[in-house]
């Protein structure tokens, strides 16, 4: 049983490139999440879907973060332009009847 | 909007010892409330969950949280707790009509030998 599944595991960018995190939710799910985690501000919402709709775009995160669902099993995270500060893991989950899956995350490093 | 506090960043307690790692949570209507647990350089995996019911839940590996409305809280327990349950735990709570799920900012749970 496939749960969230993210690529890459690891991501290493000089700042200013585009980088695109992938992430396919556990199928038949409706809402899907992106989060950032870090250790100093833990986890924070970029963005939410619900059925393929996007609900939330994360405020603060708006300008370099976007966020697409193209389809009800695949979603892609892209950040452009990537800054130092952008290092993190990017945590793609989904959910049904309150309970969240994650994937593994994508760490990103920026230099 | 829901919102969701975890009031101790840290608690340190020894192996065989009880332990109550606290969630308060704000929302006016049905919600759902859960515990999440994540390991040193793993993923969030789900512990438990309410919605309705009985107001005290089991989970798994011995964990139990109890809803409290009057308090709007839902703290999490375990009775003896082993140095494997070293982790960070997270609080979330959605709402059934949003399904958005907002995370408390997580306990460091570290057991001593």
């Known amino acids: 049983d496939a749960g969230v599944t993210q690529t890459p595991r690891h991501e290493v960018a000089e700042k200013g490139q585009t980088i695109i995190l992938k992430c396919e939710p556990v199928?038949?799910?409706?809402?899907l999440f992106w989060y950032r985690q870090t250790k100093i501000q833990g986890l924070e919402l970029l963005s939410y879907f619900r059925s393929k709709s996007l609900m939330e775009d994360g405020g603060a995160f708006k300008d370099r973060f976007k966020a697409e669902m193209l389809n009800s099993s695949f979603s892609t995270l892209k950040i452009q332009p990537t800054e130092p500060k952008d290092s993190a893991v990017y945590l793609c989950?989904?959910?049904?009847?309150?309970?969240?899956?994650f994937g593994k995350g994508t760490r990103l490093t920026v230099v | 909007t829901q919102t969701v506090s975890q009031s101790d960043a840290h608690v340190t307690v020894f192996e065989g010892d009880s332990v109550e790692l606290r969630c308060n949570y704000s929302y006016g209507g049905s919600i759902y409330l859960s515990w999440y647990i994540q390991h040193h350089g793993h993923g969030l995996q789900f512990l438990l969950k309410y919605y309705s019911g009985n107001p005290v839940v089991q989970g798994v590996n011995g964990f139990e949280a109890e809803f409290s409305k009057s308090d709007s809280s839902f703290h999490l327990r375990k009775a003896s707790v082993h140095w494997s349950d070293s982790a960070v735990y997270f609080c979330?709570?959605?709402?059934?009509?949003?399904?958005?799920?907002?995370f408390g900012t997580g306990t460091r749970l570290q057991v001593l030998p």
């Open positions: 989950a989904s959910s049904q009847g309150g309970e969240v899956f």
């Open positions: 199928s038949g799910h409706n809402d």
């Open positions: 979330a709570v959605s709402a059934p009509n949003t399904n958005k799920v907002v």
